[in-house]
C-alpha cells in the first residue's frame, strides 16, 4: 500500500518536471522566435521562460483549487436566487431586460438547480 503510494508521488513528479521542461521550452522558443523581430525585445532563456508561464499563470489564471467548480459566481447566483422572493426575482428579471435585451425578455422560467 506504501509502495504504491510512493510510485503514484514518483510519477507525478516526473509528470510534473516533464510539463515545465516541456512548456518552459515552446515557451522559449516562441518567445526567441517572434518577440526579438517583432517588438525588439531580448531573446529569453530557460528559466526566464518558466518565469513567464509562473507568472502569466499568477496574473491570468491565479491559483484557485478544483474544488467547487470553475464558476463560482454561478452558485453564488443560484443562492442569492433561491433567498428572493416572487416581487425580488421579477424586479430582478425587469433590471435584466433593461440591461441585456432581447434573452431575458421572456425569462418568465426560474433557472434550474
Given amino acids: 500500500m506504501k509502495s504504491h503510494r510512493i510510485r503514484k ?3 507525478v ?20 522566435w517572434l518577440m526579438p523581430i517583432i517588438f525588439g525585445l531580448h531573446p529569453v532563456n530557460f528559466w526566464q521562460a518558466v518565469g513567464l508561464l ?19 459566481w454561478r452558485k453564488r447566483m443560484m443562492e442569492r436566487w433561491e433567498h428572493m422572493t416572487p416581487e425580488e426575482r421579477a424586479k430582478f428579471r425587469q433590471n435584466m431586460r433593461g440591461r441585456c435585451g432581447p ?8 433557472p434550474k438547480i
Fill in 9 to 11: 508521488v514518483i510519477k
Fill in 54 to 72: 509562473i507568472l502569466s499563470k499568477i496574473l491570468f489564471g491565479g491559483f484557485h483549487g478544483r474544488h467547487g467548480g470553475r464558476m463560482p
Fill in 103 to 110: 434573452p431575458f425578455a421572456d425569462a418568465t422560467v426560474e
Fill in 13 to 32: 513528479m516526473l509528470f510534473a518536471v516533464l510539463f515545465v521542461g516541456v512548456f518552459g521550452f515552446v515557451v522559449m522558443s516562441l518567445w526567441n
